[in-house]
């Protein structure tokens, strides 16, 4: 969990949530999959948001290729991977551009520049926002895969998951 | 290039072949993106093999729940990350499952008896392979992706990729 703000959502609080999160902001950078017609291709994408609120944040420009895939069909994989501790995590979702000065402004942070360098100023910036649906992690070779589910569904609603779509399951990771 | 084999296809000679399987050799773990229904689901994958002849090879299970995914939708996505070296790579192509004990034997290394405790005796064991199609890698965050294209093509019929295919572009990547 980052440190400096409160999690929104009650999805949150449980531990598995919460290692997802910390998973995901030890690494950063997603690999953002989406269908070219039938190709599944991906990008990588960082993902720079301090807290979780269900959905994850990515700078686009409008214009990009990609933003019309996801516009053809929004469902998104991102997958995050940090080899060097054998963190994986896998991230199911529903993507769509977001054309909002307010949230791009609270969105924004400086390394983005490297990518656009007018910042705030340039008219071709917008988010992608992944509204996640399910996301399963590993973080050792031997580990058992760990599922989470219903994770937008409670974020959106304020209730936490059905216990039941909160499973751990083994022997599917090979 | 991996040093003790030749490489066995006319596509590993240009330099972004050569620079592409370098960057897969020095990241070994590929997060394999499928279909799941309309949902796109990722997993870590352990790839061993020492050359490239325009296919990827991956140890599975037969009964393993991807398998059914790339029975029913072959399209497969391969993302390699390596965050720390900002090296990014995405590969697409169709899957499918091989019960080949020659192959499985070649393939094997003692290092997936992690996920496969039985080894070569394991009767669920199967490779999945993966045709490429296309594949780009970034290897820093300022760099132009590069596309390659035509890599199986070049790989089966023993003709170099058409130089349209093979192309360079900026600009996609944020």
Redesign the interface.
């Known amino acids: 969990m980052a440190a400096p703000h409160p999690a929104r959502s009650p999805a949150d609080d449980t531990p598995e949530a919460a290692k997802l999160w910390a998973m995901i902001r030890g690494?950063?950078?997603a690999?953002m999959?989406t269908?070219?017609g039938?190709?599944?291709?991906?990008?990588?994408m960082w993902c720079l948001q301090d807290r979780f609120d269900g959905r994850l944040y990515f700078?686009?420009?409008r214009s990009?290729?990609?933003v019309e895939e996801v516009e053809r069909d929004s469902?998104?994989?991102l997958?995050?991977?940090?080899?060097?501790k054998q963190d994986?995590v896998?991230v199911?979702g529903r993507g769509r551009v977001l054309i909002d000065p307010q949230l791009i402004r609270e969105m924004w942070r400086e390394p983005?520049r490297?990518?656009?360098p007018k910042g705030l100023d340039d008219p071709d910036l917008a988010l992608l926002a992944v509204e996640v649906?399910?996301a399963?992690y590993?973080d050792s070779?031997?580990s058992a895969?760990v599922h989470l589910y219903g994770y937008a569904k409670a974020a959106l609603t304020g209730q936490p998951p059905h216990p039941g779509e909160n499973r751990k399951l083994d022997f599917?990771?090979?």
């Open positions: 690494i950063d950078v690999m999959t269908l070219d039938d190709q599944l291709r991906s990008r990588p700078f686009t420009r990009a290729h990609k469902h998104v994989g997958s995050f991977a940090r080899p060097d994986y896998s199911s983005m490297t990518w656009f649906e399910a399963e590993w070779p031997s895969m599917d990771r090979a």
